[in-house]
């Protein structure tokens, strides 16, 4: 039979690197991601940043101005560096002070490229310079401006103009307004400083001031400025959480995406960085089985959640026996005003309300009081409260498998995926596998000859002895005894009594042996 896999056949192989031009702007970290078997983006693969290649031909006009207004305004007319700003820089370094402005878009490319941009020193300044002279040698204009707007830093995990505009405005780079535009280019000079993110008051400002200058330099009209400045803070969004590229990614299928990263890790460890790099996934998944099965999890839980909250309702006599005469009994003697739960008519209220808030008080009043009964009642609402927390946060798990390939086509770890919760419990969980165990030990058993489906099994109470001399007696799940049943049915209803004796018929190495053997185990200690 086959094993699950999510790569498809060939396999592992179907994982392939993605190379580009020689440039910078199009094969430096590159990030890909993961696909289905039907050729459709499950999410990317990046790790420390995220990228979105963009030629210089797709960007608006208004965005290269801005990068130059803000950046470098005699780009097009230097050589790469400007004396005047690297003598200010090297004064700054010298002197400890941080300043802007002194170094070229080619040195800032050099050094983002060549260069470590954390070492302040005279040394890296230098480094810089050298390499972009050699830059403005060996590239156009335009191609150092194109690699620069893909290769610069913008903040929140986003690496270039591209990315930098999915993340911020949920849109191409082609379609950036003029507002927008400004926005991008004051982050490359401090990422996360100008934030409309994080510090929207900062950023509006320098906004402003871009904009004015562009206006002022003849590369947009007052007019669409001032409209577009409005319509972009009209706009505005000041309820969006601080995030990075790499949270604020989609992801169709979070628990498998992360289950073929762990599997990368192991294959590609230390020969190929897939994050950073780059690197074209193709698995098995399919996306349709996957709402599906994300549809069903959810319909399941809230099936168990409701039927639970149904029987809870039932329960009313717990708050009125145990809760509300010590509640009583504590508001009128002793005056606590946060006591008084009598106007809780509702049982259910009265609960929620003690559990929450009053519990605490009970406990520590019956302590220096040393009421009689006060411990059993705080306990026991203490206790309720932990089963209260574990029946309503129910989890479960899901994988969809092709029994003729063995392909995964769906998989769910859980009730819901966020930052809290990322355990896949179809991948990571470490459970027993209870009666998932019995039709390997049904198979060895009509393997052995000594079973045949139509085999008649007595379905009564029975008494086992463990290799400890301690007695076990099995009970079958719903808590009554069937006789006499065909082994087929004994394994269809999951049975326990029937399904032991047939274990007890073939023996334990017998079973092993086969259930290894059909699951493809065969390391002894896993055995």
């Not at 050699?134 to 194109?146: A, V």
Request: some cysteine; proline content about 4%; hydrophobic content about 40%.
């Amino acid at each position: 039979s086959s094993s699950a896999s999510p790569w498809g056949s060939p396999s592992p192989g179907r994982a392939t690197s993605s190379a580009g031009p020689s440039s910078p702007s199009t094969s430096r970290r590159c990030p890909r991601g993961c696909w289905t078997q039907h050729d459709r983006l499950i999410t990317e693969f990046f790790g420390e940043e995220k990228r979105t290649l963009v030629t210089l031909d797709e960007m608006p006009r208004h965005l290269v101005d801005a990068a130059l207004t803000r950046e470098d305004a005699g780009f097009y007319s230097h050589r790469g560096f400007s004396l005047r700003g690297f003598a200010r820089a090297l004064w700054n370094t010298l002197t400890g002070q941080y300043v802007s402005g002194g170094s070229t878009i080619t040195q800032q490319l050099a050094g983002k490229l060549y260069a470590d941009r954390t070492d302040i020193s005279i040394r890296r300044k230098l480094v810089e310079l050298w390499y972009a002279i050699q830059m403005e040698r060996q590239y156009t204009k335009d191609e150092i401006l194109e690699m620069y707007l893909n290769e610069m830093d913008f903040g929140h995990n986003t690496q270039g103009v591209g990315a930098a505009a999915e993340f911020f405005f949920r849109k191409q780079v082609a379609d950036l307004t003029v507002a927008e535009s400004a926005m991008l280019v004051i982050q490359l000079a401090r990422p996360g400083l100008y934030s409309p993110i994080k510090n929207p008051k900062s950023a509006k400002i320098i906004q402003r001031e871009i904009l004015d200058q562009m206006v002022a330099s003849g590369y947009v009209p007052k007019a669409e400025a001032d409209d577009s400045f409005a319509q972009y803070w009209a706009a505005w969004d000041p309820t969006r959480p601080n995030s990075t590229a790499f949270f604020d990614r989609e992801d169709k299928a979070p628990y498998f995406s992360e289950y073929i990263r762990g599997l990368l890790d192991e294959l590609l460890v230390g020969s190929y960085d897939y994050l950073r790099d780059g690197l074209v996934v193709h698995t098995t998944l399919d996306l349709d089985d996957q709402r599906v099965a994300d549809e069903l999890m959810v319909a399941g839980i809230e099936d168990v959640n409701t039927r639970y909250l149904a029987l809870n309702k039932t329960r009313v006599g717990f708050s009125n026996a145990a809760f509300l005469p010590m509640l009583d009994f504590l508001s009128f003697g002793l005056d606590i005003s946060d006591l008084r739960n009598r106007e809780r008519t509702v049982s259910s209220q009265a609960r929620t309300h003690y559990l929450d808030k009053l519990n605490p008080i009970v406990e520590m009043v019956s302590n220096l009081f040393d009421l009689q009964g006060g411990e059993a009642v705080f306990t026991a609402g203490y206790d309720r409260a932990r089963a209260l927390t574990a029946r309503t946060e129910v989890q479960g798990a899901l994988v969809s498998i092709d029994s003729r390939t063995g392909h995964i086509l769906a998989m769910v770890g859980g009730r819901k995926w966020d930052r809290t919760d990322q355990f896949n419990r179809v991948a990571s969980g470490r459970v027993q596998p209870g009666s998932s165990y019995k039709p390997l030990y049904y198979a060895a058993a009509i393997a052995s000859r000594k079973f045949t489906p139509a085999t008649m099994i007595l379905d009564a109470p029975v008494v086992f002895m463990t290799a400890d001399g301690k007695t076990y007696e099995p009970r079958n799940f719903k808590g009554r005894w069937e006789g006499r049943v065909l082994l087929r049915n004994a394994l269809a209803h999951s049975m326990n009594v029937p399904s032991l004796k047939v274990l007890d018929g073939i023996g334990f190495d017998a079973a092993i042996q086969t259930s290894s053997r059909m699951l493809g185990v065969t390391d002894p200690v896993e055995i």
